[in-house]
C-alpha cells in the first residue's frame, strides 16, 4: 500500500512516541484512577499488573506485528495476512469499537478541555470538596456547552489527521509525552506531601486478595486492554507505519512499560488527595475532576500548574483519539481503494464522529453504556479473536509467543469472560 509508505514514521523514537501517545491518555489519568477505586485499589491494582504481564505484553506486540507485516490499514490487515476474507468481520469489528470509543472519549476529552478553559480563567479557585463536586455536575449537566467542549477537539484531532501521519503525530507525541511524565511527578510529590496521604498509598498499595472478585477481575482486563490501546487495531495502524527494522516486542515493552508508570503516577497523586480532602474513592468518572483542582489548589505558581496539567491531560487524550480516528481513517482510504483520499476519508470520519460525540452528550446512560461495552465486551473478545489469528496463522513466529497467543491467552480471557458474566 503506497499510502502507507508514504506517511512512514520517520524514526523508531516516532514509533514509540506515537504507539505510548495512543496508550497513555485519559485511560491513565481518568479511568485508572476512578475504576480502581471503585474496585478495591490495591486488589485491583495487582490484578491490573498481572494482565498487563499476561496479556498486554503479548498482544501489544501481536497488533504491531500484525500492522508491520501487513502493511495495511485495520480494513485490509487481516485479509492480506491470510490471502482470503474470511477474517474480514474482525475488521469491522474494531472499526466499530473505534467508533463507539470515539463517542464517549471526546466527551471526557470535552470534560479536560472545559477543565483547561476553568484553570486559565481561575474558576475554580477557593472551591472546596462539595462545591467542586457541585461545579463538576453543572459543568457536565449544561448541554449546548458540553457539545461545544466535545466537538472542539474532534476537529482538533481531525485537523492533525488532514496532514500527514509523521508530520503531525510524531511531532506532537515527541515533544509533549515527557513533559506530561514530568509535570505528573511533580504533582504526585505534591499529594504525598498532603497530611494524611498514607492513607491513600495503603489504599492503593495494600494488596488484600481477599476483595479480589470477579468483577475486580473482568474490570482489570479491561482496563488493560483500553489502556494500552490494544483490541481495536490502533497499534496495527500504527505498526503498519513501523520501520521495518524495528523490534516489535522491544516496542511493545517500551509502550506497556511508560503506559503503567503512567498510571500507578495517576493513583499515587489521586488517592493520597482523595483521603486527604475527604473524598470517597468509588466517586465513580467524575473523580479526578473533582480530585486533581483541590490538589492544583495547593501547590505553589497553582494557577500556571493548573493551565500546566490540563493542557497536558488535554493533550495526551488526543494523542490517543488521533490513534483512534487513524483507524477508521487509513480504513476508509483502503477499503474505497484509494478512491476516497486522505482528506475526504478524514471529513467522512468527522462528520460520523460527531454525530456519536453529540448522541453521548444527550444521552448519559448511552455514554456510560458506551463505555461498559467496549471494556467489558469488544476489546477484550476482539484482543481475543486476533491472539487467536496470530498464534495460529502467522508463521515465524518465536514460539513461547506462539504457545502464548494459541493457548494462553485466549483460554484466559474466555475464564474471565465467563466468569465475570457468571456463567461459571
Ligand atoms: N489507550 C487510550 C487511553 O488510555 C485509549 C485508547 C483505546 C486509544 C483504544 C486507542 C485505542 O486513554
Redesign the pocket.
Given at each position: 500500500m503506497e499510502h502507507t509508505n508514504k506517511t512512514g514514521f520517520s524514526t523508531k523514537l516516532g514509533v514509540i512516541m506515537a504507539a505510548a501517545g495512543?496508550?497513555?491518555?485519559?485511560?491513565?489519568?481518568?479511568?485508572f484512577p476512578y475504576v480502581a477505586g471503585e474496585n478495591g485499589g490495591g486488589a485491583f491494582l495487582i490484578v491490573y499488573l498481572l494482565c498487563v504481564l499476561l496479556f498486554g505484553l503479548p498482544l501489544l506486540t501481536t497488533e504491531l506485528l500484525i500492522g508491520k507485516r501487513s502493511g495495511r490499514s485495520v480494513y485490509g490487515a487481516f485479509r492480506a495476512l491470510r490471502g482470503n476474507s474470511r477474517w474480514q468481520w474482525l475488521s469491522w469489528w474494531c472499526i466499530a469499537?473505534?467508533f463507539i470509543?470515539m463517542g464517549f472519549?471526546f466527551v471526557v476529552t470535552g470534560w479536560c478541555g472545559n477543565y483547561l478553559y476553568e484553570a486559565v480563567l481561575n474558576t475554580y479557585t477557593g472551591m472546596d470538596a462539595a462545591q467542586l463536586t457541585a461545579h463538576f455536575s453543572d459543568v457536565v449537566s449544561s448541554t449546548p456547552r458540553m457539545i461545544l467542549c466535545g466537538l472542539v477537539p474532534v476537529l482538533m484531532t481531525a485537523a492533525v489527521l488532514w496532514f500527514d501521519v509523521n508530520k503531525g503525530i510524531e511531532r506532537m507525541s515527541k515533544l509533549l509525552m515527557p513533559l506530561l511524565l514530568i509535570m505528573m511527578v511533580v504533582m504526585a510529590v505534591r499529594a504525598l506531601m498532603l497530611p494524611g496521604s498514607g492513607e491513600g498509598l495503603r489504599f492503593l498499595f495494600r494488596f488484600d486478595f481477599g476483595r479480589i472478585t470477579p468483577q475486580v477481575v473482568m474490570m482489570a482486563v479491561g482496563q488493560c486492554?483500553?489502556?494500552?490501546?490494544?483490541?481495536?487495531g490502533?497499534l496495527i495502524t500504527y505498526g503498519a507505519y513501523m520501520p521495518k527494522q524495528q523490534s516489535e516486542a522491544r516496542t511493545a515493552l517500551q509502550v506497556a512499560l511508560l503506559?503503567t508508570l503512567v498510571a500507578v503516577l495517576a493513583g499515587v497523586v489521586i488517592f493520597p488527595a482523595v483521603f486527604s480532602f475527604g473524598y470517597d474513592p468509588a466517586e465513580g468518572p467524575q473523580l479526578v475532576f473533582v480530585v486533581l483542582p483541590s490538589i492544583l489548589q495547593q501547590m505553589s505558581f497553582s494557577w500556571l500548574s493548573g493551565v500546566l496539567f490540563f493542557l497536558l491531560l488535554f493533550i495526551?487524550?488526543l494523542t490517543?483519539?488521533i490513534?483512534?480516528m487513524e483507524?477508521a481513517v487509513a480504513s476508509l482510504c483502503e477499503a474505497s481503494h484509494d478512491r476516497l483520499n486522505r482528506h475526504q476519508s478524514v471529513l467522512i470520519v468527522t462528520a460520523i464522529t460527531t454525530v456519536l460525540v453529540i448522541l453521548c452528550v444527550l444521552s448519559p446512560r448511552l455514554f456510560s453504556w458506551s463505555d461498559r461495552l467496549v471494556t467489558t465486551i469488544l476489546?477484550p473478545l476482539g484482543a481475543l479473536s486476533m491472539s487467536l489469528f496470530v498464534g495460529w496463522f502467522m508463521p515465524r513466529l518465536h514460539p513461547a509467543l506462539t504457545f502464548a497467543l494459541r493457548w494462553i491467552v485466549p483460554a484466559a480471557i474466555l475464564l474471565i469472560f465467563l466468569n465475570g458474566l457468571g456463567v461459571l
Open positions: 495512543s496508550a497513555v491518555g485519559l485511560g491513565n489519568i481518568w479511568k469499537s473505534a470509543i472519549y486492554f483500553f489502556s494500552l490501546s490494544v483490541g481495536t490502533a503506559d495526551a487524550a490517543s483519539t490513534s483512534l483507524i476489546m
